[in-house]
């Protein structure tokens, strides 16, 4: 069974900085995509950030220029580095993985939350 674990959330304050880790059970390379997704208190849950097995990636429009995934595939970690954090930027960050066969499987991590506030 795959397992995807997050770390690095925490509570900052507006302007600063986290890195968000994921980290895969296994070979990272089995994933087509992997990505972040958050979810603030009461909101539905929003994609913020993807990247393809070949290094493509793409942004939601709230956080272009503030955020930059990336994946180490040694190391089974994909990270979203966060800067210039805001308050709205405060929710669960979730990690996910589509590994696509015959059909896509998507795995998703436990989640890990972020507070921006003073």
């Known amino acids: 069974q795959v397992q995807l674990v997050e770390s690095g959330g925490g509570l900052v304050q507006p302007g600063g900085s986290l890195r968000l880790s994921c980290t895969a059970s296994?070979?990272?390379?089995?994933?087509?995509?992997m990505g972040w997704y958050r979810q603030a208190p009461g909101k539905q849950r929003d994609l913020v950030a993807i990247?393809?097995?070949?290094?493509?990636?793409n942004y939601a429009d709230s956080v272009k220029g503030r955020f930059t995934i990336s994946r180490d595939n040694a190391k089974n970690t994909v990270y979203l580095q966060m800067n210039s954090l805001k308050p709205e930027d405060t929710a669960v960050y979730y990690c996910?993985?589509?590994?696509?066969?015959?059909?896509?499987?998507?795995?998703w991590g436990q989640g890990t939350q972020v507070t921006v506030s003073s």
């Open positions: 996910y993985g589509d590994q696509i066969a015959t059909k896509m499987v998507r795995y």
């Open positions: 990247i393809s097995s070949g290094g493509t990636t």
């Open positions: 296994g070979n990272i390379g089995r994933f087509n995509v």
